[in-house]
């Protein structure tokens, strides 16, 4: 791992850097054609909005040809738009009228697998001695079984899957109806390079690409140690010539644009992760990695009586590893997105004396943090978990496949309903509340998710009215944001960094000097600067007013509560 300093004055400057960038599950942001499922044109009719919130670069979910098995992550015709969000000129549109307002328009793009519904596949799996069979993985049953590889999503765990025609089992790291492409195959490269250069070309302005460090595999399937690699999955980050696809797929497509790059770093480890994004090594600008889903799922609170739920200790010190890890990459920084359950109500609290300070306390973290926020959609309006209780509610293949697979093996699937409540999929993927109409201003056919019943009063037209609405907050913080460049160029550097209650840090830039203290807590905590804050300025704040500082001892801070400081 590269020794961390902080960034120099003259740290190159980006477009994407200084954005935020805002992600959109189009199924669910707004229907404009009343079938109950969102599409290109609705976003469309939302950019004034969305423009009105400050955003500047807007990521879309996969909205690709495709049968849906994963909700567009399974990609049958990288070249057409899925029928449920319209059409070629929809997306025309909404690209064009995006940069009339002075915005960006990013692309999820699915790279390490194709829809087995894809021609290639149609193709490839007819038999061995047709030319698209090298486009997949694959193991001849002359061999035997497969050594063992573990699937994401199928409901029997494994990844490969029989093929009778081709006497042969391909490889699938999700479900079963994505089969994973051959990136050893020049082929195979050549024809994603030529699908980037068609949207390039079309002028969007970069690429969220999905699972990217899954592409690179050792064919020759070696047995995997599984006292290194117990859960099996940080092994696939790992493949061999992984760095050298990234490296020719810039050299040979992402240089020649004016875009960016961001890539999804399922389970890479800080000391692997500067490797996709160090500035020499010209592969990608960023990658998005999950750290504080890890913590949040995986830890213990540091003490029960905070109130805290998991570790703020490891979340902090996931944090500054990553920004050292980096050296002189660029960051990212998210709390939410679709594979993850609302934001408030995973790392805040949705109760309803907490929901509207948790949601800013949040915001603020997210906002003055080194790094390019990715920022999910409702979030700004607080939106919570659903909390499904039936398996019949749900439309996500993880879940699902999960249930049935406890079925089959006799688990508590009670208890994992449970727990889909707090951690499932779906909680982010419900619709957009516009309004608090009978489905919440997002069609007049039911959607084709519920929509969450809160919708009544976390809705954006309640919001927008509101001063003191955690939409209005979030307006106000993305403004402060823009004004003040050393929150976004300025090195990161944790405060008080053994406090199980507070993450508190300073940025420090070339011009001016800012402290965040939050209070990740429901419990009133104490914060110790170690210096005199009786000059600072409160910038931002989420209750009437903030704390008086005193020159010397700590700074009494109410539950949830988050301030951010200009210092003197």
């Excluded at 010539?241 to 797929?249: I, K």
């Excluded at 309006?381 to 209780?389: C, D, E, Q, V």
């Excluded at 727990?419 to 009978?438: F, K, S, V």
Aim: proline share 8%.
């Amino acid at each position: 791992m590269p020794i961390f300093t902080p960034p120099s004055p003259a740290l190159q400057k980006a477009w994407w850097k200084e954005t935020i960038v805002y992600q959109i599950y189009p199924r669910s942001f707004k229907d404009s054609n009343d079938d109950g499922i969102g599409d290109l044109n609705g976003i469309t009719e939302k950019l004034d909005y969305l423009h009105g919130l400050g955003i500047e670069t807007l990521w879309l979910n996969p909205i690709f040809a495709s049968p849906n098995a994963d909700n567009g992550y399974d990609i049958s015709d990288y070249r057409q738009i899925m029928p449920d969000f319209g059409t070629m000129e929809d997306f025309d549109r909404l690209l064009k009228e995006t940069h009339a307002r002075g915005m960006r328009l990013l692309l999820d793009l699915v790279l390490n697998h194709t829809s087995d519904q894809h021609p290639w596949f149609c193709e490839a799996r007819t038999s061995r001695e047709n030319p698209y069979y090298d486009y997949y993985l694959w193991w001849p049953e002359e061999q035997g079984h497969p050594p063992y590889r573990k699937s994401h999503f199928d409901e029997k765990g494994d990844a490969w899957c029989y093929n009778a025609p081709t006497r042969s089992y391909y490889l699938h790291y999700f479900a079963r109806q994505q089969p994973d492409l051959n990136w050893q195959s020049p082929k195979v490269r050549a024809e994603i390079y030529d699908i980037l250069r068609f949207w390039l070309d079309k002028g969007v302005d970069g690429f969220r690409l999905d699972s990217i460090p899954y592409i690179a595999k050792d064919t020759s399937f070696p047995e995997i140690d599984l006292r290194k690699y117990p859960d099996v999955f940080p092994y696939y980050s790992l493949g061999p010539h992984l760095h050298d696809y990234l490296h020719e797929m810039n050299r040979e497509v992402f240089s020649r644009y004016d875009c960016t790059t961001v890539g999804e770093g399922s389970k890479t480890a800080p000391e692997e992760g500067w490797k996709f994004i160090a500035p020499e090594r010209q592969e990608l600008d960023m990658l998005y990695h999950f750290g504080a889903a890890d913590i949040r799922n995986e830890t213990e609170a540091d003490d029960p009586a905070t109130g805290i739920p998991y570790s703020l200790l490891a979340l902090k010190r996931m944090y500054a590893e990553w920004d050292a890890a980096v050296g002189d990459g660029w960051p990212t920084i998210y709390l939410g997105n679709h594979d993850q359950p609302r934001m408030v109500s995973r790392f805040g609290s949705d109760a309803p004396e907490w929901r509207d300070l948790s949601a800013k306390m949040l915001t603020m973290f997210l906002l003055t943090m080194r790094g390019t926020p990715y920022w999910l959609a409702g979030d700004e309006l607080g939106m919570t978990n659903i909390r499904f209780t039936r398996i019949e509610e749900y439309d996500d293949i993880d879940t699902r496949n999960h249930y049935r697979k406890l079925l089959r093996e006799g688990g508590d699937t009670e208890q994992f309903l449970r727990e889909q409540q707090e951690i499932g999929r779906d909680n982010a993927r419900t619709p957009y509340q516009w309004d608090g109409t009978l489905y919440a201003g997002f069609s007049t056919a039911k959607p084709w998710l519920r929509v969450n019943p809160n919708h009544t009063e976390v809705n954006a037209a309640r919001e927008l009215c509101d001063p003191d609405s955690v939409l209005n907050f979030f307006r106000r913080a993305v403004t402060l944001r823009k004004g003040h460049p050393d929150l976004v160029y300025g090195s990161f550097r944790l405060v008080d960094a053994d406090n199980p209650q507070v993450f508190a840090y300073l940025r420090e830039g070339t011009g001016r000097n800012y402290l965040t203290v939050l209070n990740f807590s429901p419990k009133a905590a104490r914060f110790d600067p170690k210096t005199d804050l009786t000059e600072a300025m409160p910038l931002l704040h989420n209750y009437p007013a903030p704390p008086i500082a005193e020159k010397e001892g700590p700074i009494e801070l109410r539950p949830y509560e988050g301030i951010l400081y200009r210092l003197a």
